[in-house]
């Protein structure tokens, strides 16, 4: 007889071509109960979010066996219409689940009878009132992270996957998806949450599962510590300065987002930036490649003022690696895909070759970009910058989809970077990656400096860290991260 009355899953299987990326996989989460899958980058957490809410098939086509049970009722296989009357779900590539002009206007589509009382609930609970009236394009990534999450629990279903549901957030905001997770399970509804490292979330999940492509188990935690041992520094004495900001102020199309930012970064020195989500994070990077030129004040970039410099003559000097690097991808492979960059600079095949590796990629030279975790896609993306051997390399997030494996990967790309004389500058939520990489952090809040400094000083002051809404180290906190 059926289980009635929750989501389960029996003996599930898919695969692509030939390759199996689910195998036999069996769990069961009830209303009311948030269950949690962990697992390493590529391990299928994301093909499973898509075959919970219908999309593998009827949008992906692979083959698939086994049961998808929702109340007794069998939905795999069944039109993607029909699972979206029961199941919702949250995109990994939340972008994608963006359908208004305005924050106001994206979630008035997911409010029933246009009860504007329950708008107003959301903007508050979601601390998205001062950008109800903002279009959608001038928000963060972790911004528009949010908006998706709440247009998605206006939807009311009874069942919620969320896929990498606190990626790119900041502390604050992890806490808002904790506590939306535990008022969906007060209101009855089953959770199901995957991804790498979930942290945050460890008192709100009820249960924990481990998600390879050999098996499915129950886990405890593991306790996962930044590497700041034997970690080679710069010293403080060097004055060989490559980026400078001179009083510089920046806005869209109302408030500023850059106020008076004034900071110089060293040749050769790994420099982290952290701080909330629409911090100005972003948009600070951006001034350093010359995609965005201040208002007021100036940049200047190995000696050249980027005002009177064109991203593209800039781009000889400075490689960022964005947050959606699926959306620059203009290749059929992954090899190509390092080589288009390559190919313009007049560099070779050794190039491509050594950039893959670093990131662990080179098995996947023959794969399509677009078949890649979220994981591989950005370490895919930080690949194409290294192979054209830029001098200053900028990684926005890259810490987005990657397993314990992979992130010591990048890290190392990182010290490798740093003994060739390069200047490494990373955007991240990650306090434990940037105690791991960082010589040098400046801390955003609201578009200014907050503090500068030594990032183990600066993220072992709590009361500074809680202020600008940044997560405690999990070596300071003694809290355990749950990774994949």
């Known amino acids: 007889m059926e289980a009635i009355g929750c989501l389960e899953v029996r003996n599930l299987n898919c695969r692509f071509d030939s390759k199996w990326i689910l195998r036999n996989v069996s769990f069961e989460v009830k209303p009311g109960e948030a269950l949690a899958i962990i697992g390493p980058s590529a391990s299928g957490k994301t093909t499973l979010a898509y075959c919970l809410s219908g999309i593998i098939p009827n949008r992906i086509p692979g083959e698939v066996s086994g049961n998808v049970i929702v109340d007794g009722e069998e939905f795999l296989g069944k039109p993607i219409r029909e699972i979206t009357k029961t199941v919702s779900i949250v ?25 504007e009382s329950i708008l107003e609930w959301i903007l508050k609970f979601f601390e998205l009132e001062k950008y109800r009236d903002y279009y959608v394009h001038e928000l963060s990534g972790g911004l528009k992270h949010r908006l998706v999450i ?14 990498d549901p606190v990626a790119n957030l900041d502390w604050k905001s992890k806490k808002t998806v904790a506590r939306t997770i535990e008022l969906l399970k007060e209101r009855g509804k089953g959770v199901v949450i995957l991804g790498r490292r979930l942290k945050g979330l460890e008192k ?141 600079l007049g560099g070779s095949g050794e190039n491509v070759e050594e950039a893959l590796r670093m990131v662990n990629l080179l098995d996947k030279k023959k794969s399509s970009p677009y078949s890649l975790s979220m994981g591989e896609k950005v370490r895919l993306y930080i690949a194409c910058i290294l192979a054209m051997n830029p001098e200053i390399v900028i990684l926005d997030e890259p810490t987005t989809g990657q397993d314990e494996e992979t992130l010591k990967q990048i890290e190392d790309a990182i010290e490798k970077l740093k003994d060739m004389g390069r200047t490494v500058i990373v955007v991240t939520h990650d306090s434990d990656f940037a105690l791991s990489v960082a010589d ?23 009361s500074l860290i809680e202020e600008a809404g940044i997560e405690p180290p999990s070596i300071l906190s003694g809290e355990k991260c749950l990774v994949g």
């Open 91 to 115: 995109l990994q590539n939340y972008e994608l689940q963006i359908f208004g002009l305005t924050v106001e206007e994206d979630l008035e589509l997911s409010i029933k009878d246009n009860d």
């Open 150 to 163: 709440a247009s998605t629990i206006l939807s009311d279903l009874k069942y919620i996957v969320m896929d």
């Open 204 to 344: 709100v999940v009820d249960r924990w599962i481990y998600l390879t492509q050999d098996c499915l188990e129950n886990v405890n935690q593991k306790l996962h510590h930044p590497n700041i041992e034997n970690r080679k520094t710069l010293p403080n004495t060097i004055d060989d300065f490559v980026i400078e900001f001179r009083n510089v102020y920046y806005r869209y199309s109302r408030e500023y987002v850059l106020k008076n930012i004034s900071l110089r970064i060293r040749k050769g020195e790994v420099y982290a930036v952290m701080g909330p989500n629409g911090s100005g994070k972003t948009t600070l990077m951006k001034h350093v490649n010359g995609l965005l030129k201040p208002f007021r004040g100036n940049v200047i970039v190995k000696g050249i003022d980027t005002r009177k410099c064109s991203p593209a003559e800039m781009s000889r000097y400075v490689g960022m690696v964005f947050q959606d690097p699926e959306k620059y991808f203009v290749s059929e492979t992954v090899w190509d895909e390092v080589a288009f960059g390559v190919r313009n």
């Open 440 to 462: 040098r952090l400046t801390i955003l809040k609201d578009g200014s400096i907050c503090a500068e400094g030594n990032p183990l000083q600066l993220l072992s002051n709590s």
